[in-house]
């Protein structure tokens, strides 16, 4: 009995510390997860799970990762393996239903939120998401069952009327629509989804004048749906608005550069206005991805005739009659072009045909072609090459939604631009720093690694890149290494340089807790370094924002943090870049006039310092000076920082 005990007290420790070191993995993954660092977060809640793979939650936080990388296929499967863990926890099925609505498996999706309402039916979020999924399935009759219960669950909630009169309309009830849109508006009037399907009931009745003011609205409220551009384009057309209908198309085909059916009615539209050659380069990209799209092939011809190319024409001609031999149009102009070309024996055969036509009464006459017949539109699957010069409206009307989840809008819908540049940290290899290659200048830092040159040499870098697969397994590697040399020795003069090293690779691989306890270490040795002072308050403030995000009191954390950034100021005063450092935990803390403060002292000792006019800029533009906020912008842009031209431009257009 004493040698069981004995074993199990020894064991214990053992179990405690694997347990503490599993937490550990999935609370780095989770930061890692919190800063963008997608594959970093992946190889922490791989380790996890070859730690203990009965848990649930490193499978569902790496379905949380794959889910922000797009593999829905791999978040579904893990979210599969959690649930299979601990088939009680409503935030799985949330994700594995968003993963299946990405993969088109909208019945699958629809058994998993049929399984979160269970455990959470107050959450109207869920319900509005599956009763998307019932619509796209042309499930009508569920749809409208579960909207009638959420208008007596939710009675405010002015989605829920904007979507019943979505389901309105694609049930040909435009009447029964309009009246439930009347309520969403007059409940919400900034709701983009209700002016959207308002538009579309305008568009279907012709009402081009209401479409094109609904529709602005609709844009107003969500600038980068691209079927938006194109509905109101087609509205603008229909009331001769051409310049306008224009600079739609245009902005679809910025937004989504593949789109089909704004290249093809933006390549009508060319063609109305006399732009042939730019009609001729969106003919060209709708052939090269649909090279069986005849109606684009004739339009081309057409083009090519128009401009000289006769040959190309012909090309293009024959390749329409081969395919529909009874069109008589293409057989006139492709006679025509044979004629000017001096090929009069194949003319004669082309005219022949036409003449034969024109006796047959079982054939007919190509009609001509009258202003009112230009202003029609074709269906998108409609093959009807007498319709060849009209512009292309989709099959079925569609409003473009956005599923409620907590994951939307976390990140992937998250802008680079609404962002600032992050703090420079210690990382091994001079990065590119999001602008250019250089070296950010250090004294502390240069004196450091020409002591301790061994190939191993930290730089300082302000880079939003996340890590690649290869360069997490060279940190774990470095770690490793750096730990078993710590481990090795006695004398702390050797082990201080690699107590910092080791800190700086914590700090990449989102490890903060050692992190800290590392440089603090280093500290008790030299209270005389500004550099490990300074990250120390780097990596605090970074921990200090993922707690925050969980809800986790951080104003005592935060001083000590300002306590660090301050006591390393006053170790190195001549500092740009950590003055730069300080002015975003100020902003952090939201005090934006003595970040602005900050940040003009950072650019008075370094004039070049790119970063500290885009983060000025930033910061001027949330305290509401826009003129000093672009002034800083452009000069950001001007130091080589071009994202910073992407917000001048979002700012302008506002």
Avoid at 512 to 520: K, L, M, P, S
Wanted: hydrophobic letters at 40%; charged letters at 25%; one cysteine or more.
């Amino acid at each position: 009995m004493h040698r069981i005990l004995l074993c199990l007290s020894m064991f214990m420790p053992l179990m405690a510390m694997a347990q503490y070191n599993v937490d550990r993995l999935v609370t780095m993954g989770r930061s890692a997860l919190y800063y963008e660092d997608y594959v970093l977060s992946i190889q922490y809640f791989n380790q996890a799970i070859n730690a203990k793979p009965f848990l649930y939650e490193p499978w569902f936080f790496r379905g949380v990762a794959k889910y922000y990388l797009d593999d829905y296929v791999g978040a579904e499967n893990d979210c599969s393996e959690a649930v299979s863990r601990n088939p009680y926890v409503t935030g799985i099925y949330e994700l594995r239903g968003l993963c299946r609505i990405r993969q088109k498996k909208y019945d699958d999706a629809i058994s998993d939120y049929d399984m979160s309402i269970k455990f959470d039916p107050a959450n109207r979020g869920l319900w509005y998401n599956r009763v998307l999924c019932r619509i796209e399935n042309k499930d009508f009759y569920k749809a409208n069952t579960e909207l009638d219960s959420m208008m007596v669950k939710w009675g405010d909630f002015s989605k829920v009327y904007s979507l019943k009169a979505e389901v309105c309309l694609l049930q040909e009830d435009t009447l029964g629509g309009g009246n439930y849109l009347d309520k969403s508006l007059e409940i919400d009037p900034y709701d983009a989804d209700a002016w959207m399907v308002r538009a579309m009931i305008s568009l279907s009745r012709k009402q081009w004048h209401d479409a094109d003011r609904q529709l602005g609205k609709a844009i107003h409220l969500k600038p980068n749906i691209v079927g938006n551009y194109i509905n109101r384009a087609l509205a603008r057309y229909n009331i001769n608005n051409l310049r306008g209908a224009m600079a739609d198309y245009d902005k679809a085909i910025e937004i989504d550069p593949e789109n089909f059916m704004a290249h093809y009615n933006r390549g009508q539209l060319r063609v109305q206005v006399g732009d042939d050659n730019r009609a001729i380069a969106d003919f060209d990209f709708i052939i090269q991805h649909e090279p069986q799209n005849f109606m684009a092939v004739f339009n081309r011809a057409l083009l090519l005739d128009r401009t000289g190319d006769l040959r190309g024409a012909i090309r293009d001609y024959t390749t329409v009659i081969n395919k529909f031999p009874n069109f008589w149009t293409g057989l006139h102009y492709r006679a025509q072009c044979y004629r000017r070309l001096g090929m009069t024996a194949r003319a004669e055969q082309d005219e022949f045909r036409i003449f034969k036509a024109q006796n047959n009464k079982h054939f007919g006459i190509q009609q001509r072609w009258s202003k009112s017949k230009t202003r029609e539109v074709r269906k998108l699957s409609e093959i009807d090459m007498d319709k060849y010069n009209q512009m292309v409206v989709a099959d079925e009307p569609a409003v473009e939604h956005e599923y409620d989840s907590e994951y939307r809008g976390k990140v992937q819908n998250r802008k680079i631009d609404e962002q600032l540049m992050p703090m420079f940290m210690l990382a091994f290899g001079n990065r590119a720093n999001g602008i250019r290659k250089y070296t950010a200048f250090d004294v502390e830092l240069e004196k450091f690694n020409s002591l301790n040159d061994n190939g191993e040499n930290m730089y300082l870098v302000c880079s939003r890149k996340s890590m690649s697969e290869e360069d997490a397994k060279r940190y774990f590697s470095l770690i490793d290494k750096l730990s078993e040399e710590i481990a090795a020795v006695n004398a702390m003069d050797t082990v201080r340089p690699l107590l910092l090293k080791r800190a700086a690779a914590y700090l990449q691989m989102q490890n903060f807790e050692d992190a800290v306890n590392d440089f603090t270490a280093y500290i008790s040795s030299d209270s005389t370094s500004a550099m490990a002072f300074w990250q120390r308050a780097v990596c605090q403030s970074m921990m200090n924002d993922f707690n925050a995000s969980q809800g986790v009191d951080v104003q005592l954390k935060a001083a000590r943090t300002l306590d660090d950034f301050n006591k390393a100021a006053s170790l190195n005063p001549s500092s740009a870049f950590l003055l730069y450092d300080r002015a975003n935990f100020y902003v952090a803390r939201k005090e934006l006039e003595r970040a602005i403060e900050e940040y003009t002292e950072a650019i008075s000792i370094d004039p070049n310092l790119a970063e500290a006019y885009y983060n000025r800029g930033m910061t001027h533009l949330k305290n509401g000076n826009k003129k000093k906020g672009m002034a800083d912008l452009s000069k950001a842009g001007e130091l080589g920082l071009f994202d910073a031209y992407s917000v001048i431009r979002r700012f302008s257009e506002k």
